[in-house]
Every structure is written in structure tokens, then in C-alpha cells.
């Protein structure tokens, strides 16, 4: 049998309750079990290290959000072109698609070190690789989102000898903004891990930077601290998203 | 002019000229101007496909059809004929008035005449009004059906092509829409040519029934409605003339499938 919906206030404060329950018990469960600070610092001892060092988080977090966005920007751009594209010439789909499958496959990591031979050591390969990342999964939504139109909508259409223009603007892209902004939102995660992942190749700012450095000299506190702010980064963004969606999908 | 369709041995199909699986073989077929026709038949008849044949949709492979004297395309593009499909296909992301609007948005390149708005005139007519700023997923079946009709309508087409559109409605509704449609025939003189599987709603509506069947798609039944009703093609469904006129589609339908 479905479960009664919970009521609203239980739903709000329930998973309030949840986290606090977590972080009560990371603050002093953990110590009493004898877990060792430089292994797990407590809430308390990463929020200290926040505000001792402030400046140099912030100034850490503008490049990996500058490069995350820009590589939101630029491969779900590029995604939603290259998907109009394949939708209107299906020769242009059957050659290239193999092709895009196969470069997806590649994985990221494996994938870095070249941008970064080609791009060198700037922003510039931190971008593409948020950029690849994103690129694929908004491609292949996309595709499926402006085919996604019924036979008897194109009909419709044709019935009113809608130009092809028309039937794109009219049916095929308002059709696939839902597939459009699942994929957005995944993506929004995605970028900051692939700006993250072009720091910690090779980079002595940003978050992934951060990350590796904290690391390589046990400060765990900063380190946790970093992933603290790389995850509030792609809540923030997938936030955005969510915004931007409800006011655009209204049904 | 008369006849609002004249086809004649009309072959069509899908796939190539030489490979084509035969949907509709050998149809002659003339529908007088301001008539209303009901097409009955199993699926899989083409009764749906010479719809779409009739709406430029299609092409077919062989015979001749004419569309209110003209060509099927040239009849198209003026934008003569409306389409009420199964689903309602409202566009969910537009209002009702936006959707019945739809006709003045697109295709308005190649159309030779004007077209004024009449979404406001069309949504009373439908009872819908009120219901302009709704969006379709918050009306009801029958009301979706009626905002595609009133779309249909928006161009004052002269020739009204139906496919199963109460298909998918409980048996109230569907009585009451055809109600509504017959008045709607009655005072705008539109062709209807009118899909269905229903031997009840192709008897209540049509003046005319053609039964078709399936496997080529031909015409084994033509009846002509208008003895067994009223003037004005007018009937009740309880009358013992229609249920006798209703027994004779059923046997054409059970040669048929």
C-alpha cells in the first residue's frame, strides 16, 4: 500500500532534523569513538578554519566558479546547436553521432592531460573540460527532446503548412525545454566537478587546487573545508537551474 | 460547386511506388458540399489515411482526387480545411485562447487570405468561455476536444476533417459533443467528413455512412441516412429507423473485419 504524503511542516523540518542529527553525531560521536581529527576534523573545527581563512577560500572559489560557468555556458551551447543540427540534416547524424558516442566514452581523466597539453596551464582547458562534460549529456537529451514532438503534433502543423522555422520555434524546442533542463541540471553538477578535476591536473588555484595541496600537507580541516564549498558551488548553481526552469516550464 | 470531394480509383499506400503496402484500393468516392459524412470501419481500413490524402498529408500512388475543386495542396494552403485529431494535441505550454490562436501564428507565409481572430467568438461558441487563460492540462477531456475544434474553426475552413476525435471520451461527453457538433453543422454549412469506430456515433452524425474494409482498404457499404431521420438530419437515438439502419452497418461491419 502508498504511504500517506507527510504533512507539510514534517516535510520541511524533517530533513532539517536529519542533518542535524548527522552533524550532531560527526561533532561528538566520532571523537568519542577515537576517530582522529586528521582524519575527520569535526563541523566545528571545518567552520573555524572557514573564517581564519576566509580570503583564502574566496579567492580560490572565483576561478573554479568562473570556469565552471563558463563551462556550463559553452557545452550545453554547443550540445543544444550541434542537436539542432543532427535533428534537421539525419545524413550529418548518422556520420558524426558514431563519432561524438565514441569521444564520450573516453574518460574524463584520461582526457585532461591532453586539453591541457593543447590549452596549457590558464583557465582556458579548466572551461573545456567543464565544457566536454557538460556537452554530451545535453546533446543527447536534446536530440531525443526536439524529435519528441507526436506524429499528429507535426501534422497539425503541416496542416497549417507551418514553415520548417515555424515548427521548430512553435513545437520542436518549447517540446524538448523539459529534456533541455534535466539535462541542466545534471550538467550543473558535472561542471564543477570538471573545472575541479582541470585544477587538480594542473593548477595552483581553485577549488581542485585547494583540494590536492590541503591534501598533500594534511590539513584535513582545509580540505574538507574545500569540499564543503565545491558541493554549496554546485547546489548553487543546480538551484539557478531549478529557478530559471519553474518560471520558464509552466505546465 | 457540388461536390466537395471527388476521388476516383484512388490507390494509396506506404513505402515505394513499387513496394507499397496497399492501405486504401480502388476508391471512388464523391462527398456532396455541406454534407456530413460518417466513415466506419476496422482498423487498419485506411479510413484515417483518406483523411489524411483529403488533407494534403499524404500523397497517393494512383487515381485522381479533387478537394472542393482543387487540388488536396492547393486546398491547403488556403488553408481550407480543418484537422481534429484523436488526441486533442493542444500545445501544453500555451493557454486555450493560445491554442485556438495557433493558426494565426503559423503558416501565415503561404496563405493567400486573411484570417481574422476569432478566438474569443469560437471559445463561447464551444462553451469555453472563461477557460481562456487555462492551460490544457487543467481542463478536462471533452473541454481539451473542444478547444481543438474551436482551433479547427479559427479559419472558417470550409471542409472539416474529424478523426476519432470522441474516441478517447466517456459515453456523455461523447453524446454531448455530438450534439454540439451537429449544431455546429447545422449552422456553419461545413463539410464534415467524420472518423469513427462507433456504428452508434456514425449513425447519429452522418446523413451519409460509407463502411470501409480492410486488407486493401475499399468501400463495401454506402448508406444513405437521411430516410431514417427528420429533417435537418435529425434523429433520436432511441428511434427504432436508426437502430434498423444501425443493424445493416453492423452486418457490413462484420463482412468487413
Keep these: ?251 | 460547386m457540388a461536390n466537395a470531394i471527388e476521388a476516383s480509383r484512388l490507390d494509396v499506400g506506404y513505402g515505394g511506388r513499387q513496394t507499397a503496402v496497399k492501405v486504401l484500393s480502388g476508391l471512388d468516392l464523391t462527398v456532396a458540399a455541406g454534407s456530413f459524412l460518417s466513415i466506419l470501419g476496422p482498423s487498419g481500413c485506411g479510413k484515417s489515411t483518406l483523411l489524411r490524402v483529403v488533407a494534403d498529408l499524404l500523397d497517393p500512388l494512383g487515381g485522381t482526387i479533387s478537394v472542393l475543386g482543387d487540388t488536396p495542396h492547393a486546398v491547403r494552403s488556403r488553408r481550407d480545411v480543418g484537422f481534429v485529431f484523436q488526441d486533442s494535441t493542444l500545445l501544453p505550454w500555451r493557454t486555450v485562447r493560445d491554442n485556438v490562436r495557433l493558426p494565426l501564428g503559423v503558416g501565415q507565409g503561404s496563405l493567400t487570405r486573411t484570417i481574422e481572430d476569432r478566438s474569443d467568438e469560437l471559445l463561447e461558441l464551444m462553451g469555453l468561455a472563461g477557460f481562456g487563460e487555462r492551460l490544457p492540462h487543467q481542463l478536462s477531456g471533452g473541454q481539451r476536444q473542444r478547444v481543438a475544434i474551436a482551433r479547427a474553426l479559427l479559419g472558417q475552413p470550409k471542409l472539416l476533417l474529424m478523426d476519432e476525435p470522441f474516441g478517447a471520451l466517456d459515453e456523455i461527453t461523447r453524446d454531448r459533443l455530438n450534439d454540439e457538433l451537429l449544431a455546429l453543422w447545422r449552422r456553419t454549412g461545413t463539410t464534415i467528413l467524420f472518423v469513427t469506430h462507433s456504428i452508434a456515433e456514425a449513425a447519429y452524425l452522418g446523413e451519409r455512412v460509407i463502411v470501409l474494409a480492410a486488407n486493401p482498404g475499399r468501400l463495401i457499404k454506402d448508406l444513405d441516412m437521411r430516410p431514417f431521420k427528420q429533417d435537418g438530419n435529425r434523429c433520436s437515438r432511441e428511434d427504432a429507423a436508426v437502430a434498423a439502419a444501425m443493424a445493416e452497418l453492423r452486418g457490413a461491419l462484420g463482412q468487413a473485419s
Aim: proline share 6%; with cysteine.
Design chain 1, 1 to 251: 500500500m502508498r504511504q500517506e504524503p507527510l504533512p507539510p511542516a514534517l516535510a520541511i523540518a524533517l530533513p532539517v532534523l536529519g542533518a542535524a542529527s548527522i552533524l550532531f553525531s560527526w561533532q561528538f560521536l566520532l571523537p568519542w569513538l577515537g576517530v582522529p581529527a586528521y582524519i575527520v576534523p569535526t563541523p566545528t573545527a571545518i567552520f573555524g578554519v572557514f573564517q581564519k581563512s576566509l580570503a583564502l577560500f574566496m579567492s580560490n572559489l572565483w576561478p573554479t566558479l568562473i570556469e565552471a560557468l563558463a563551462g556550463f555556458v559553452i557545452g550545453n551551447l554547443a550540445g543544444v546547436l550541434l542537436a539542432v543540427v543532427f535533428v534537421h540534416s539525419r545524413v550529418l547524424q548518422a556520420a558524426y553521432f558514431p563519432i561524438v558516442l565514441f569521444f564520450n566514452t573516453i574518460p574524463i581523466l584520461a582526457l585532461s592531460p591532453i586539453i591541457i597539453l593543447i590549452f596549457g596551464l590558464g583557465m582556458t582547458p579548466k572551461i573545456v573540460i567543464a565544457a566536454v562534460i557538460c556537452f554530451f549529456p545535453t546533446l543527447v537529451n536534446m536530440i531525443r527532446g526536439l524529435d519528441s514532438a507526436s506524429d499528429s503534433e507535426h501534422e497539425l502543423f503541416r496542416v497549417l503548412s507551418a514553415t520548417r522555422s515555424e515548427v521548430f520555434w512553435s513545437l520542436r524546442l518549447p517540446r524538448a525545454l523539459p529534456m533541455l533542463f534535466s539535462s541542466l541540471r545534471i550538467a550543473s553538477a558535472t561542471a564543477v566537478i570538471g573545472a575541479i578535476v582541470g585544477e587538480w591536473i594542473g593548477s595552483d588555484k581553485g577549488l581542485g587546487a585547494l583540494i590536492i595541496q590541503a591534501s598533500f600537507n594534511y590539513q584535513s580541516d582545509r580540505l574538507y573545508a574545500a569540499i564543503v564549498l565545491s558541493s554549496s558551488l554546485s547546489i548553487a548553481l543546480f538551484a539557478i537551474v531549478v529557478l530559471v526552469e519553474r518560471r520558464v516550464i509552466k505546465y
